[in-house]
Every structure is written in C-alpha cells, then in structure tokens.
C-alpha cells in the first residue's frame, strides 16, 4: 500500500491510541473515551484534514463534516467513528461516549434571557414594565424574570422584527422524527368566525441557533424554522424595516372614530418602499418607542408573513386574525400543546436549504406581521413560556 509520510504518521497514532490510556492524541486532536452528561454538548474537532468525512454514532451516520457537535438525550454508551473517507489514505478513528447524568437537576424551562429587543408597539414598556432610568440590563433581567421556568408573564415584542432571544441550562436536543420545543403566547380563536380558523394568531417567527464557538453567547449561525407560510409566495423574505423615535414637532393629529390619538407616532419605512406610522391609541397612552433605547432609530430584518388580517365590519372596528397552518409562536391558543410545538429540523438556512442540528441552546422569536389592525392596533408577538420537549416533569 502506499502511503504518504502525514497519512503514516495519523496510523502510528491511531494505533498508540489502543496501547494508551484516554490521553488526547496530538495531531489527531480527538480522544478515545469521552464522558459527559445528558444533553452537553461534545464538540469534536479533528485535527487532520481530507477529502470528505463521515461522522457515525452506534453506525449510523449523522454528518458529513470535519467537526461535529454530539449530544445525546439519553444516559448510556455510544460509539461514534470518525472516518475520512479518501481512496488513497482511508482513515477512521473510534470513539466511545460515556452520558451519564447531569450533576445538577436541568429544568425544562427557561433559565436565560440572553436580548430582548422589541420594535415599537403599543404593549411596549408595559410588558414588561420599563421604569424612569431603567438600563437594558434592567429590563433584560425583567423579561427573564417573566418567561423563565413557569412564571408566565407575557412580554410583548412590539411591531414586526421585535425579537426576543432565550435559551435553556442545558442544550435542547433534536430527537430525530420528534417536536423538540414548545412554546406559549396568547393567542385565540374567535368562535364567531366561521370557516378558517381564526382570531388573534400574532404570528411570531422562530429562529434556533446552536452555540457551536462554545462561548456561552448567542453569536452562531441562525436558522429559521420553516413553518407553513415559509414557501407561500406572498411571504418575503429578507424584508427590512426602520422604525423612528417620535419627531417632537410633529403635528398631533386625532381619528376618534378608531381610537386614535396620534396618528403620526411612529413613522416607518420598508424594504419594499411602502412607509406609514405606528399611531397611538386612547387605549395605550404610555410611549410606545422602547424607553431605554438611545437610538433614533430601531432597524430588524427577517421573513415577514403574509397579512391575516380580516376587516370584519368593513369599516376597521372589528379584527380578526387568521392562523397559519402550523410553525409559529404565538399563532393558536396554548391549549393547542402540538401546534406550539417546534422540531429543530425545520431549520433552514438564509438560503432555505435544510439545516441538520443535533440540538439547539438559543431560540429567537421575532413578531412576523407587518399590519394595523385599526382598533386592536399593529400585530405584535407575545411570548410566556418555552419548554424541552424532552425532559419529562
Ligand atoms: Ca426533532
Ligand atoms: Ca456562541
Ligand atoms: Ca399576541
């Protein structure tokens, strides 16, 4: 056989490996017995390079790439192999994983509140409550205050692109064929309306990241969850909107009839060239622009949804908001436990191609709609609860 100096090097190593103890390997960079508990994440990154890989656990492939990130839902022992597959100089290493236990109970709720961000919107600075001096740490530590374990406040994320981004005390493993997550808004439906389901679906986009730099912090890749609307061709994506921070000399101007005491509150503009104003109404007088933010300007980009609004009277005095199939937060009522819940591998790319991922640590929710609703306002997501499908209570 011929073999080229770096290939007969890794072989010598492999071998060692046997006749050794668990010590790493240098030049391979991976270890022969690893131990971790149930759903931590184990980042294997091999130090040797070919042509193509293939990552297997207990035989059955799971990835196609140089590194992989291993969690397993289940105490037990698993056997993964590394090969790279190259006709001149084959490889494969194997690895046993030891999961055992977590040292301290995990929770199914959740435990971190890592950026709470919400566009304009008439619940914003109540829910939760933004007091006179109040930092953003303030109300980051407010809103987790809310949504954690099951302390169920509702926080608003405001108009189109607020986003709230949260995660767990433990990575939420995707369980193959299985929802992974669920999530809990406020939503209802309107048994006044006949025919498609419909209501108050504030649908809201999510997003699940996992923490694959291994810092702790949300700044990985994001993947939307393809819900039902994804491929609808009046949903647009890559849609941009920039709100503004009241104008102080604008000219107050009043619609009585809707409710409306400021029709020029909030003016926007969008990616599609349309703009308008986020007006205020007599039922919601605080400031509707988030009060610890400095910036004159607040700028999100996502999907946007399809409008689901229905003008029931004709005359705007009467929403309602018509679910979407399935894939959204905040779209039908909470007593509906499988249309709340999510499965990571509806994760796609920028480019709408599948995502696998073994599991998730972040999740983000932004609301999805771009729409008033005369009287009931702009459409803004709400959010209480997330829980792990996975860790029985
Ligand atoms: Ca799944
Ligand atoms: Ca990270
Ligand atoms: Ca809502």
């Not at 912090?217 to 609307?229: C, F, H, I, T």
């Not at 101007?253 to 205020?280: H, Q, R, V």
Request: charged residues 25%; proline residues 5%.
């Amino acid at each position: 056989m011929k073999k080229i100096y770096f290939a007969s090097m890794i072989l010598a190593a492999g071998m060692a490996a046997c006749s050794q103890n668990d010590s790493p390997i240098v030049g391979v960079g991976l270890d022969d017995v690893y131990y971790v508990a149930r759903m931590e994440k184990l980042r294997l990154d091999p130090a040797i390079t070919g042509t193509a890989y293939r990552w297997t656990v207990d035989g059955k492939d799971v990835a196609d790439t140089r590194d992989y990130i291993f969690v397993a839902k289940d105490e037990g022992t698993y056997r993964l192999q590394f090969e790279i597959i190259d006709s001149a100089n084959p490889y494969t290493w194997d690895i046993t994983v030891v999961v055992r236990h977590e040292d301290v109970e995990y929770t199914p709720y959740i435990s971190k509140v890592y950026e709470y961000c919400p566009a304009p919107g008439q619940f914003v600075n109540t829910m939760p409550e933004f007091e006179s001096g109040d930092t953003y740490a303030d109300m980051l530590r407010k809103v987790e205050n809310c949504i954690s374990g099951t302390n169920d406040e509702l926080i608003t994320l405001g108009a189109y692109g607020g986003y709230v981004t949260f995660g767990f005390d433990h990575t939420v493993v995707n369980v193959e064929g299985e929802k992974d997550f669920r999530l809990w808004g406020n939503a209802f439906y309107d048994a006044t309306v006949e025919g498609e389901l419909s209501g108050s679906s504030e649908a809201g986009i999510v997003m699940v990241s996992i923490d694959s730099n291994g810092n702790g912090r949300p700044d990985d890749p994001w993947y939307e969850l393809a819900g039902s609307a994804y491929a609808d061709p009046a949903t647009i994506h890559g849609y941009t909107i920039t709100y503004l921070a009241p104008d102080p000399d604008r000219e107050i101007i009043a619609d009585k009839s809707l409710g409306i005491i400021d029709l020029n509150y909030i003016g926007w503009k969008d990616s599609e060239g349309a703009e308008a104003y986020i007006p205020k109404t007599t039922f919601h007088n605080q400031d509707y622009y988030p009060g610890w933010v400095d910036a004159s300007a607040l700028t999100f980009t996502g999907t946007r949804l399809p409008d689901n609004k229905i003008d029931v009277t004709g005359r705007g005095t009467y929403y309602t908001l018509e679910t979407f199939a399935w894939g959204y937060a905040d779209n039908h009522p909470n007593s509906e436990a499988d249309l709340n819940s999510f499965d990571i591998s509806w994760a796609v790319d920028s480019e709408g191609r599948r995502v696998s991922l073994p599991g998730i640590d972040f999740v983000r929710v932004y609301t999805g709609l771009n729409q008033y609703c005369g009287n009931i306002g702009e459409t803004s997501t709400e959010i209480s609860r997330a829980q792990d499908l996975h860790l029985p209570l």
